[in-house]
Structures are given as C-alpha cells and as structure tokens.
C-alpha cells in the first residue's frame, strides 16, 4: 500500500473542503471496498479523509412518509431496521444477498452505493484498463468477460456495476443527498447517479470530486410484494452474474430493475407497464439492445428466466 | 514471534490462493491481486507520518504510535503480538481475521488501526483462557470443528457473534421472513457463517459446535 496522510473530519463540509482541495484525497468509510484496492495498488490516494464520524449513521421518518438513511448506517442496521424490513422489504434482502456478516457489518450506505467494479482486469495492474489508466485500453474486450456487462456497454469498458443494494434503491426510486465543498447541498435520483462507462470508464457516478453523500431519501412505500433474486456461482457471498429486484403488485404490474447485467443498475421504466403480458416481454424490452460477448450470451436467457421465477413466485402468493 | 516469517507468508499465499478463488470464482482476480503493482501514483507518496492510536483490547487499554496504513490486524498480529486473529487473504474474503469492534464481528484487515481510535476489541485471546475457555471454544473443541486451527479463531470470533446477531433479530438470505424473528437453525447458521472459509472443510462440526451452544442458549 502506498503512503497518505490521514484526518478525522471534524463536519461535512470541512470533509468535502479537504478532499475537494487536496490532491488525490479520498474519503474513506467502512473501507471495505477502498482498503483493498489500496492494498493491491488499484486506489493510491495520498490523503485520507475518514468520515466516520460526522453523525450520519442513522435512519429518520421523512416528512412525506419515506425514510432518509445516514450515509453512514452500516448495512447491517440498514438491513435489520424495522421500518426496511416491514416496508421497503427489497432492499433488506439486496443487502443480505451480498458480500458476508462481517462485511456488512463495516459496510455503509454510501461506500456500498460506492463500491467499483469487479472485473478482473480492473484488478490486475499488469492488465490494460481504461477504467483504471485512461487510455490503456480494455484486456475483458475479447478477453475473459463471464461475469461482465451484456448491455450499456462502450468500445471502452464492459464492466458491470457489481453491488446489490443499489439496485433494490433503484427500484425504490431513491434519491442520493450530498453536499459539495462549498457547502452546497443536492439531490440527485439514484437514476442518474451511476453512469454508464461510454468514453470516461473512470467516471462512474454523477457526484463531483470532493462531493459527500450524506444521506439517501426512500420515498414513501408502495406496498406490494418485494423480491430480491440473486444467481451466482456459489449459493452465498459471491457476487450476481445476474440479480433481479422487484416489487409487484396484486393485480400484475410492478418495477423491476437488474443487477450484474450493467455498468449500472438497469431499470427501463417503459418495460414495467409489459408485466402483465408476462417475464418474456418485460425481459425483451428490459433487454433491448443487449450486445453480450461469447463469454456472457447466457445472462440474457438467465435474466428472462429469472424475471420469470419472481413473477411466478409473486402470483403463486 | 512465534511465527517465522516464512511460514507465515507461504502459509497466507495458499489461503489467499483458496479464498481469493472461491470468491472470486473462475477469474483470474485471485492471481492478479498479488501481480506486482505498476507505476500508477502520479505524486510521489508522502512520507508516513505515524499516529497515535488508543485501543482497548481484551480489556486492556493500548496506546499505540502507528503509520496511518497499518490494519487493525496488522496492530493486533505486529504490534500487540496477538497472534490468535489470523491472517488469511488480507482482502475480506475468508473470515480469518475476524474479531469483534464494539461487540459486533468485522474484518480485521479491512479496516485501518487508526479508524478504531478509543475503540473496544475483543479477540480470540479475549473471549477465553486455556484454563477458562469460552463455552463456544469448548463446543468447538468437542465437536472437532477444526483440522489445521487455522480459520478457527475467526471462525470462533464469528459463531459467538452470529448467534448474538440472530438474537438481536439481524435477518438473513436464507431467513424466509424478513419480519418473524429469525431461528438459529442450520441453515441460517450456514448462511451466516459463510464469510469464515474453512481449507480443511470442518464445516459441519462447527455447525454442531454452534447448534449446542445456540441450544443451551434458547
Ligand atoms: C469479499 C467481498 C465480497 C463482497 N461481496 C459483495 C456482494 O456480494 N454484493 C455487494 O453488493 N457488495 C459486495 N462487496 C462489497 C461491499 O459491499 C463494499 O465493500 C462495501 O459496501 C463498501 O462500503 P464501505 O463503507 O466499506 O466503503 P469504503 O471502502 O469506505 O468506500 C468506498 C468508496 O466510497 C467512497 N465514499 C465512502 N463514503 C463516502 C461518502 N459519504 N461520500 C462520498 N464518497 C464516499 C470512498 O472514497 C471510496 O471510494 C464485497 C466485498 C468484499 C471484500
Ligand atoms: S471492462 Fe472496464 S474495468 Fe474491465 S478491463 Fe475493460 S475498461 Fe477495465
Ligand atoms: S484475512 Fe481473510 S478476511 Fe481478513
Ligand atoms: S482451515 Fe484448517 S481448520 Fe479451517
């Protein structure tokens, strides 16, 4: 690991100040994520900002009926609180599907929204990468893509975004809060917060350099029944090759979004109103335009078919 | 040290090599996280500058001069010579590390020493003495829930909290409602445990050690 300097933020916006104006700063949180990058050389930041505490660790009613999460609850409280569990049931399971007890237990709100990509090559310094060297190029085009994107892929990246709570957030159409180094506080829908990989891979979030998040905003709930399927290799703490996140409703309709498909999570909003002609539909429209590599073809089948298990499951309930 | 130096290191690149693989699954990541790193930092690195840090540790408060990029592991292995926490893969991946931070279980080597300031940490050297061993230490070591012991202070560490978190009502994938309170059944222990990887495959004695303990407890 390389050599930085290391701060306790004293408030939000001394956090963003000091990030924003020191070079190559970065704020750490759980550092479950940022940690083992830096080990492996991947994240060489010289200036640590640790934020955790600042006070944004806990889950309040919102005046329109939602929640607002800290961006420091862990994703263990996030999970486990009672409100989540009752209401906004998706996102529980999004967190317990993903990574061990020990993990989320350290993991926040905002590090996981956070958390980049999986892909092998971003890993492997030896490897060209234009998501961690601009301009190197890209070893998963033509090279080992299994677990990588089947759509909203570019010529220069592949890479899915690899977390889980994001896309039952997305779902929920939540809203990311942050505050900026002057001081300026905004919203931004979790929609637009990642990005897909175009021409800049290495820009993945909408969030401008220094930018906090403080806190994500769930609207009031929608009622229905909540899923989370997660298919993986191994039957725990592996990550998707394909997730599905839904909530659906009595008579048939519902939203979906997915998981391990994407450089984001993917929802398409017109596709929801096929729910009631059925997974094959929603997944032809969800799906439209997918360019799998030879490695990945079989995410496409293996999203429909999953779509299809949650919406079987919903009416057999 | 009890340990030498190379033994410790090639018995952690076989773990790492295992863990790293079953996490990571068919990829090439396991090998590629321990490839030489390439010229990225453009700056070159600050000096470190070393911190003070104060932990209480088995009940024992520490005050400890760090530079900043020192683990908590590495604090507890290197500096305070505990070497009852392991470590395994050094990147969250097998549970080895595993200890408790204010009575909730993370891992030890994903979290820096001076991200713990003021706070309390109990190890496997904490939970109990050869003359007084934890009841989780005795079921484990009469259900055989290990072979080499190297996962087994990790894996003791998590059993002690997975069976607090099911009390406190933490859910679980495999819990099948997210608002019943859940069991300490088999499979939710399984599931719960999962983040302990165990190269000698004493799962169901651990499972058994768990069960008994869980039983006396319910
Ligand atoms: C072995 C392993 C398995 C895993 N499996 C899964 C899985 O199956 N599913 C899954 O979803 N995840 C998985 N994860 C990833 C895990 O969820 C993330 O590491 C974790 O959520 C990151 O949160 P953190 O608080 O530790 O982030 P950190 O490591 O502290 O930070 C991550 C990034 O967020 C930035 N950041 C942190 N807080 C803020 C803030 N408030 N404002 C702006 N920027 C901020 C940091 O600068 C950094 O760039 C796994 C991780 C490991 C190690
Ligand atoms: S897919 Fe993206 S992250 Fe993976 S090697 Fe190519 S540029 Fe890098
Ligand atoms: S040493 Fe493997 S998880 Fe920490
Ligand atoms: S690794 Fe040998 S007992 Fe678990």
Redesign the pocket.
Known sequence: MKAFTYERAGSAADAAAKVASTPNA???????????LMKIEVETPQHLVE?NGLGFDKIEATPEGGLRIG??VR?TNLASDARVRRDYGVLSRAIV????GQ?RN???T???L??RTRCPYFYDTNQPCNKRQAGSGCAAIGGYSRQLAIIGTSDACIATY????AVAMRVLDAQVETIDARGQARVIPIADFHRLPGTTPRIETA?APG????AVTLPKPIGGQHFYEKVRDRAS????LVSVAAVIQKDGSGRVALGGVAHKPWRVEAAEAQMPAGSRAVAAQLLAGARPTRDNAFKVPLAERTLAAVMNEARAA | MPNSPEISISRRGVLAGSAASA?IAATTAGAAQRAAPATLAPLPAPAPQPMPVSLTVNGKVQRLSLDPRTTLLDALREHLHLTGTKKGCD???CGACTVMVEGVRINSC?SLAVMHEGDTITTIEGLGTPDKLHPMQAAFVKHDGYQCGYCTPGQICSAVAVLDEIKRGVPSHVSVSLTDHPQATNIEMRERMSGNICRCGAYSNIAEAMAEIAGENA
Do not use: C, R, W
């Open positions: 970065k704020f750490i949180a759980g550092g479950t994520n940022l940690l083992d934020v961006a420091l994703n599907a993903g990574a061990s993990l350290k993991a926040t905002a590090g996981n956070l958390q690899p977390g889980d709570m969030l930018e906090l998040i403080t703490y592996a990550f998707a | 996490v990147h969250g991946q994903l």
